[in-house]
């Protein structure tokens, strides 16, 4: 006999009870392991896209809410609102580059697909895109495809595909990036322009700097000649990553109302078995006992359903993320999460975190029943029929 | 034989919740090392009392209690817990055993709590319940005992840590004349060994293998000739 199998004994004679209370701290753990898988995962792909667009700063129309700047980043459609003019005066600036985004969507198969208007050499030098497959050519009649979209779609250069009723040749599809250039049709801006009737406006302009050191400069100078918001692509990850946090926040608050719920359903188990069990424990008192060994089993009961219910928590938390993922990237906030392989379906970080974290709960839930238990008086426990 | 191995002095308990019970009053007595005593009287009348505070299970409202020269009354509570599991050995009325162990895991608890280690443990708790006529019940769960099955768990279990002493309530107080014979004969047999044996109790036949009998009512003791009176066996120290 040994304290471990003295405990386990105890906390499996109700077979019920501790399957509830497990499930509780299980549910409040496996809420918490998604939150932060999900999390993690999320704000990795937010720094890398904000990477992918590779600019220095964002111009975008006045009056754009946070909402519309995260589609920046994530190549949702937007509305275009900045006109050429504005665009070429930007241009014309010294010591900075432009290139312009008009991102519309199109639908191949009857699945929506990104499709971005571009300067196309500009673009080409910008991005350093390489081809693997025709010819880099945009224009009235071609356009080029991401590889990701080649690939999904199996599409090869020379396909015809339709857009808005009109026809274009793929002239050529673009080498694997890694990121979501992959998943776009790029077309000629001008031809773009006209095919989605939207007259002589760009969503948003992409801008990199020569020197980096005088980009307040750059904002001035772009806010001088057009009446549009300037970001650097930091204030922009900053802004977005807020939002994201709250969104997490909310998250936090569920995980924490659940975890909340485990600790009182730990504290009410362990008050019930120690009402339960108080002659056995003025048995073992009277046995030889001592206050601190009784205050350690039943702390150890405790710290037991946290252990067990934080392992089953932490698999439900990791399956879970691992199935909800694609359903939350569908949602525009975290539409970063669009490929699965942001999130993982394990992180030896956030089990670790978990586990401590539940069993630590679980012990202070503990702590107060087993003050409670060593508190009894052996006489009291066994005195009566 | 004579020097006493247990000794109070004017040991006097009150319970006071709600309405004051004065369960135990100025009790002297002295208990010879290696003896059989009887602790008798009717009920209510403080014996379990008496009993739970010479085995150091409860405090006195006055009054102390020497074991072996140490004052129970005087150690701190931790001492205290050792001294119950390394020289006394209990045997309760109502309730002994945890039901969720064995017998055999019951035994070894008290030694487990004494820091024995988990082979000597097992050989022991196998040895003491084969003692007890137990042998055949060792994986048995308290519920799949008889009453007297029981108590002779609780028996085995009491001389776990090789107590000197074993202080037992109302061991036979529920069972059949059979199994209290039985539980008799292995109380003898402790007692051969020169361990010192209390026991509570109302039964003649355990008063009359007592080579003293302590009688008490109303949470006294009961003296001279008052015993012979109401003492079918005397007193017969
Ligand atoms: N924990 C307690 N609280 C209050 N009164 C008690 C308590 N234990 C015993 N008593 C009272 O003390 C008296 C003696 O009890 P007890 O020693 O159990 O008697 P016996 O064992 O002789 O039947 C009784 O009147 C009983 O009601
Ligand atoms: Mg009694």
């Known amino acids: 006999m040994n304290y471990f199998k003295l405990t386990w004994k105890n906390i499996t004679r109700r077979k019920s009870r501790f399957f509830f209370t497990l499930s509780a701290i299980a549910v409040g753990i496996a809420s918490l392991v998604t939150l932060l898988s999900l999390g993690s995962g999320l704000e990795t792909e937010i720094r890398k896209q904000a990477d992918v667009l590779g600019a220095n700063l964002v111009v975008t129309p006045r009056g754009w809410c946070a909402y519309e700047q995260i589609s920046v980043l994530t190549g949702e459609t937007l509305p275009e609102a900045i006109p050429n003019a504005d665009v070429e005066k930007i241009a014309a600036l010294e010591g900075l580059t432009a290139f312009p985004y008009l991102t519309q969507r199109t639908a191949l198969k009857n699945q929506p697909v990104p499709l971005i208007g571009i300067l196309p050499t500009a673009m080409k030098q910008f991005k350093n895109w390489q081809i693997d497959q025709g010819r880099y050519v945009l224009d009235k009649a071609n356009v080029v495809v991401g590889s990701g979209i080649a690939k999904q779609f199996e599409l090869a250069s020379g396909d015809l595909l339709r857009v808005r009723g009109q026809e274009f040749s793929i002239s050529g599809i673009l080498q694997e990036v890694g990121n979501r250039d992959d998943l776009a049709i790029y077309m000629d801006f001008a031809t773009a322009q006209k095919l989605y009737a939207v007259g002589d406006k760009v969503s948003f302009i992409a801008v990199k700097v020569d020197d980096i050191t005088r980009i307040d400069h750059y904002i001035l100078q772009i806010q001088e000649v057009a009446n549009v918001e300037v970001s650097s692509d930091k204030q922009l990850l900053k802004s977005v990553l807020a939002i994201v946090g709250s969104v997490g926040s909310a998250l936090k608050l569920v995980a924490a109302v659940a975890i909340l719920a485990a600790f009182f359903g730990i504290v009410n188990t362990m008050m019930t078995a120690i009402y339960e069990r108080r002659r056995e424990i003025g048995i073992l008192q009277a046995i030889g006992a001592k206050k601190r060994t009784i205050f350690s089993l039943f702390l150890c009961e405790s710290a037991c359903y946290g252990l067990l219910g934080g392992i089953v928590g932490v698999v439900v938390g990791f399956v879970f993320s691992w199935f909800a993922a694609p359903y939350i990237g569908q949602n525009e906030f975290t539409a970063f999460l669009g490929s699965e392989q942001s999130v993982q379906l394990f992180n030896a970080g956030i089990t670790l975190k978990a586990l401590v974290f539940s069993v630590l709960v679980s012990a202070l839930a503990g702590v107060y029943p087993a003050r409670q238990a060593c508190k009894l008086s052996p006489v009291e426990a066994i005195s009566y029929e | ?237």
């Open chain 2, 1 to 237: 034989m004579n020097n006493p191995i247990i000794r109070t002095e004017k040991l006097t308990k009150v319970y006071d919740s709600g309405y004051r019970t004065v369960a135990l009053q100025q009790v002297d007595l002295q208990i010879p090392k290696g003896s059989l005593s009887c602790i008798m009287g009717p009920s209510g009348h403080g014996k379990s009392t008496l009993l739970h505070l010479i085995g150091g299970l409860d405090r006195p409202s006055s009054g102390k209690v020497f074991l072996d020269d140490v004052e129970l009354t005087a150690v701190t509570a931790d001492r205290l817990t050792e001294i119950r599991a390394r020289k006394l050995g209990f045997v309760f009325q109502f309730f002994n055993l945890l039901p969720v162990l064995t017998a055999l895991e019951n035994v070894q608890v008290a030694m487990m709590l004494a820091g024995i280690s988990k082979r000597e443990q097992e050989e022991r708790a196998a040895e003491l319940l084969k003692l007890v006529g137990l042998e055949d019940k060792l994986r048995a769960r308290p519920n799949q005992l008889s009453g007297g099955q029981r108590q002779r768990v609780a028996i085995a279990r009491a001389l776990a840590n090789d107590p000197e002493i074993l202080l037992m309530d109302e061991p036979s107080g529920n069972l059949d004349s059979r199994s209290e014979a039985e539980l008799l004969e292995q109380i003898g047999k402790v007692n051969a060994q020169g361990k010192t044996v209390v026991i509570v109790t109302h039964s003649e036949k355990v008063a009359e293998m007592a080579q003293q009998i302590i009688y008490i009512r109303d949470g006294q003791l009961v003296l001279g000739k008052e015993i012979k009176e109401q003492l079918t066996m005397g007193e017969r120290v």
